[in-house]
């Protein structure tokens, strides 16, 4: 039987797994179940392998194999305080339709006007840094189409992609990307971040203490750690469109 901790982080690896291929870092499973060290991190692990549930991959960094799951973990389960990653639908090329690619469920707010393709208009606010921040969000420079199935009731935009910080989460310099109006976000979500009422940013949304860190799915950039004061939430990724 496994304790509270050891099912969550087990549940946690696994659907890492599933939506990645690739286990968390013992920091991100350190933030999903809201841990202070990663000593705790290494005896769950421990305590999984000892009882058969996982596996340590020899001579590999983060080589962590799933070996069985328990009965009441048999189905997708995120972990404590964090959405298990997040992959928006995507549209591409002109084909018009929408491809599943991750979680559907939490497609919320109001429905816009109907555009004339048969999905939605909404409008682009202008260009969003997937990078170093740049100016805060223009006004609406146009409108695009996105299907129905993109998104669901409530308020959208959308935001032209500049930079390469979030290639790794599949994200490309030159892509739209659909956003749904909220204040709020859950630790792991990818958000539109206003910075210091200047600079808009698109990361993904860690709470560290009483600080909020934007962190970039590129190695190549650092995480960039705010006051929570200094930080806005004005939306969250639910869709994304690329052209060819």
């Known amino acids: 039987m496994l304790t509270r901790k050891q099912h969550d982080l087990l549940t946690y690896i696994s659907a890492r797994l599933t939506e990645t291929g690739v286990p968390p870092s013992f920091d991100e499973m350190k933030d999903a179940l809201d841990l202070k060290s990663k000593s705790g991190i290494h005896r769950l692990i421990t305590a999984l ?38 992959t928006p639908s995507v549209i591409e ?48 420079t146009h409108s695009i189409a996105v299907p129905p199935e993109m998104i669901g009731t409530g308020e959208h935009f959308a935001l032209e992609v500049k930079g390469d910080s979030m290639v790794e989460a ?4 030159g892509d739209t990307v659909v956003i749904r109006k909220t204040e709020t976000a859950i630790p792991g979500e990818i958000v539109v971040a206003l910075v210091d009422e200047e600079e808009a940013t698109l990361k993904r949304f860690r709470r560290r203490g009483d600080t909020i860190a934007l962190e970039a799915a590129n190695p190549a950039y650092e995480t960039r ?20």
């Open 49 to 86: 392998e000892e009882r058969g549930f996982i596996r340590r991959l020899p001579n590999r960094a983060r080589a962590l194999e799933i070996l069985k799951l328990p009965e009441s973990a048999a189905g997708p389960r995120a972990a404590p305080k964090e959405r298990v990653g997040f």
């Open 93 to 140: 090329g002109s084909r018009g339709m929408a491809r599943e690619t991750a979680e559907s469920g939490s497609r919320l707010g109001r429905t816009p006007a109907v555009a004339p393709a048969g999905g939605f208009s909404i409008p682009v606010m202008g260009r969003i840094a997937a990078g170093v921040p740049i100016a805060a969000i223009q006004n609406n």
């Open 170 to 173: 599949g994200i490309l310099d």
């Open 225 to 244: 750690i705010f006051g929570a004061d200094r930080v806005k939430v004005q939306g969250k990724l639910v869709g994304l469109i690329r052209r060819y």
